[in-house]
Each structure stands twice: as structure tokens, then as C-alpha cells.
């Protein structure tokens, strides 16, 4: 059983920051990459970022203003927001690419979610 369990949400005014933390847990023999997904309300969900074997991936829109991070040893993944804008506002998910000590195979994992609501 694996769980990945996001933290870190809020409300935030336009301009401020936030740092979105997802840990991995459960039987884990191996994460090849994680990241963060977004689903705003009536539209799909979309890439934020990603980060596998060092390389990151940034969506246009958050460039130069999300910082993706990984701490391996912790199984956990970050999202580090500034200058966060109203457009911004949507669930944010947190994804894993990981291989299970049981089945040895890599499959897709996601958090439940956590609100980001970017507001005056």
C-alpha cells in the first residue's frame, strides 16, 4: 500500500508565496520521478511540474516562478510558489512514478489534493 500525502495549502494573497510538501510512504522499492499536477475548477487537470533522476520540468505559465525539489531520502517532493497570481488557484496533486517492493512494477500514484486559493 502506498500513500502520498500532500501538506502546505492555503489561502494566499496575489503576490505572496507558498511551499507545497508530498511525502511518499508505505512499501517503496523504488521512485523513479514525482511531481505536481493542478485542476482548477471546470478546466482539466494540468502539468505543474516534474522532477526524475535530477532533470525538472516547469508547465510555461509557472516558469521562473515555481521551484519544484525532491529530498530523496524523505520520499518527499516540494512546490515552492511565489508571486502567486489569482490564476493559480486550483487543487494541486501530487503524482509519483514509483515501483512497489511487491510488484517491482512502476505505475502512477496521486495524492488526494490540497487547495490553493490565490485571493485578495
Known amino acids: 500500500q502506498v500513500q502520498l500525502v500532500e501538506s502546505g495549502g492555503g489561502l494566499v494573497q496575489p503576490g505572496g508565496s507558498l511551499r507545497l510538501s508530498c511525502a511518499a510512504s508505505?512499501?517503496?522499492?523504488?521512485?523513479?520521478?514525482m511531481g505536481w499536477y493542478r485542476q482548477a475548477p471546470g478546466k482539466q487537470r494540468e502539468l505543474v511540474a516534474t522532477t526524475s533522476r535530477g532533470i525538472t520540468n516547469y508547465a510555461d505559465s509557472v516558469k521562473g516562478r515555481f521551484t519544484i525539489s525532491r529530498d530523496n531520502a524523505k520520499n518527499t517532493v516540494y512546490l515552492q510558489m511565489n508571486s502567486l497570481k489569482p490564476e493559480d488557484t486550483a487543487v494541486y496533486y501530487c503524482n509519483a512514478y514509483l515501483a512497489t517492493m511487491d510488484a517491482f512494477v512502476f505505475s502512477y500514484y496521486w495524492g488526494q489534493g490540497t487547495q490553493v486559493t490565490v485571493s485578495s
Open positions: 508505505g512499501s517503496i522499492f523504488s521512485i523513479n520521478a
